[in-house]
């Protein structure tokens, strides 16, 4: 299946810092992106789908100005977690799709951990 | 999207066949069957999908009742790196998002 990295794959930040994930799509080209967060022992939980070039479409409760995401190429998308509280940690996650495709893949996940 | 219902927790001996029930009752007719896996703290893998017909792949079967309402997925000979948290997803295919229920925590023991 195509590869999708994330960077970092684990960081440790203190509160109020704001923190950048970056999600790369390696051996395709993914018309979509989704993130994803996910608690210790629970489900994942859909952050915002985004589609390269156009502002990201955030689910009911996700703060948007909280948590911005960009999709500026069609390999790249990048969240930022701003003004980071320790209620953001969190596993986050994020996938790429291809227009056509029924399959999504995901990358490996990125660790935050606010201090 | 349909809602999926799946046991919490299930078990299995190590190769034996890993049987996991899905129940989405209020599937509807474009949407499809999907399942992925989780193994511990990595993202989700993809395993199979299915509109109405049996599938079968490398990794798994997946039997869908003639109702659409139910499905199996089938570990035919599970090993202890198939212990994974199993989620069953209805969506329509080409879907943009995948909404993701509890899963069933699938434990393989020796």
């Known amino acids: 299946g195509a590869v999708v990295s994330q960077h970092p794959s684990w960081v440790i930040c203190k509160s109020g810092t704001s923190v950048k994930i970056e999600c790369r799509s390696l051996?395709?080209?993914?018309?979509?992106m989704f993130w994803y967060r996910q608690f210790p022992k629970q489900s994942l939980m859909l952050m915002a789908t985004s589609n390269e070039g156009s502002k990201a479409t955030y689910e009911q409760g996700v703060e948007k100005d909280k948590f911005l995401i960009n999709h500026a190429s069609l390999t790249l998308s990048t969240l930022t977690v701003t003004s980071a509280h320790p209620e953001d940690s969190s596993f986050y996650i994020c996938?790429?799709?291809?227009?056509?495709?029924?399959?999504?893949?995901f990358g490996p996940g990125t660790r935050l951990t606010v201090t | 999207d349909a809602k999926t219902t799946q046991p919490t927790s299930m078990d299995c001996a190590e190769g034996r066949a890993a049987n996991l029930p899905c129940n989405h009752s209020t599937i509807s007719g474009n949407e499809y069957v999907y399942w992925y896996r989780q193994i511990h703290s990595q993202g989700p893998q993809y395993i199979i999908h299915g509109l109405k017909n049996n599938e079968t792949n490398e990794m798994a079967s997946l039997i869908i009742t003639e109702d659409r309402k139910s499905s199996t997925l089938i570990l035919p000979h599970a090993t202890l790196r198939d212990t994974a948290v199993y989620y069953c997803i209805a969506a329509s295919y080409n879907t943009d998002k995948l909404i993701f229920g509890t899963g069933t925590r699938l434990q393989v023991f020796p």
């Open positions: 996938s790429g799709g291809v227009a056509g495709s029924y399959e999504q893949y």
């Open positions: 051996d395709f080209q993914a018309t979509t």
